[in-house]
């Protein structure tokens, strides 16, 4: 039979099977791609635009850049004050984070003890909690250890709560490292300490780098917590700093998008610079061997 009479009309169905899929697969990845970052780029063009336009037609391109808008941000809010107070929170909170989950998760991973599976899938409930389930224990708790309202019960609360995650991640990864590692290092004189610091964590860089991003982006972009317990405006972070643009009666949306935006750059900078050991590390992690 002439395949050309049969499918004369559709071209496409004389391409090979393997073309066709590699088509497919490039489309779904460009949809995603369109789909995840179309609210960010929209927040982008928002940010270039006056509020008036914005009501009108909010998905309309600017016919003219707005450049004040940005710099409207920085004389309506404290934005570099807000700024340091955010990276002052999260590195600290990334800090302790990193440091518990890594020789805990190397615990679980390493050592067989009593209930050590009990213990940690304990802490892997504390997933299911809800954090709103939490606000009103965690008020009274950091009220009488005169916490409140200061970065070091947010910083506490912060690792707290992200530990559960990182110690997963970490876990995973360190049950893959070959044991031979560990015990070429013990035949050298080290104990589980140097073990440790000096073998297992430089090997542990990809995930560690996964859980440094991971965290960084939550706690970043974090507003709840930082919202309940946080109430002098000196000691604000970005989420609650981008709240100056909205009002009882209007809101300042254009103004709030450049906000969003310049709150942005630090995560997406951070991103590029750890893309490749944050992309080694979820593949690890994600296989156990």
């Known amino acids: 039979m002439n395949t050309n009479s049969v499918f004369g009309d559709r071209p496409w169905m004389q391409l090979p099977w393997w073309v066709v899929r590699t088509l497919l697969v490039a489309a779904l990845l460009i949809g995603y791609t369109l789909f995840t970052l179309g609210p960010l780029l929209w927040v982008v063009v928002l940010s270039f635009r006056?509020?008036?336009?914005i009501y009108q037609n909010p998905f309309a391109l600017p016919s003219v850049l707005q450049w004040s808008?940005?710099?409207?941000?920085?004389?309506?809010?404290n934005l570099p004050m807000y700024f340091v107070n955010s990276m002052i929170v999260v590195i600290i909170a990334l800090i302790g984070i990193v440091i518990f989950a890594s020789m805990a998760a190397y615990a679980f991973a390493r050592f067989s003890f009593r209930f050590s599976n009990t213990i940690f899938w304990a802490f892997m409930a504390t997933l299911?909690?809800?954090?709103?389930?939490?606000?009103?224990?965690?008020?009274k708790t950091l009220g009488p250890l005169g916490l409140l309202n200061t970065r070091q019960g947010l910083i506490a609360v912060y690792i707290?709560?992200?530990?559960p995650i990182s110690l997963y991640i970490l876990r995973a990864f360190f049950q893959q490292i070959p044991g031979e590692l560990a015990e070429a290092a013990k035949i050298d004189g080290a104990d589980d300490w140097k073990t440790f610091w000096r073998v297992m964590f430089?090997?542990?860089r990809p995930a560690v780098a996964t859980v440094g991003v991971f965290n960084f982006i939550l706690l970043w972009n974090e507003f709840l917590f930082a919202l309940v317990f946080i109430?002098?405006?000196?000691?604000?972070?970005l989420p609650l700093g981008q709240m100056h643009f909205m009002g009882e009666?209007?809101?300042?949306?254009?103004?709030?998008?450049?906000?969003v935006t310049l709150a942005t750059l630090p995560v997406i900078l951070l991103y590029v610079v750890l893309a490749e050991q944050f992309q080694r590390g979820m593949a690890a992690g994600a296989v156990k061997g």
Do not use: C, K
């Open 231 to 237: 109430r002098d405006d000196m000691l604000r972070t």
């Open 202 to 204: 430089p090997v542990a």
């Open 249 to 259: 009666y209007a809101e300042d949306i254009a103004g709030m998008a450049a906000a």
């Open 128 to 139: 299911m909690v809800p954090h709103q389930v939490v606000l009103v224990p965690l008020f």
């Open 69 to 77: 808008n940005y710099l409207e941000v920085f004389h309506r809010t």
């Open 50 to 53: 006056n509020n008036t336009a």
């Open 160 to 163: 707290a709560f992200s530990l």
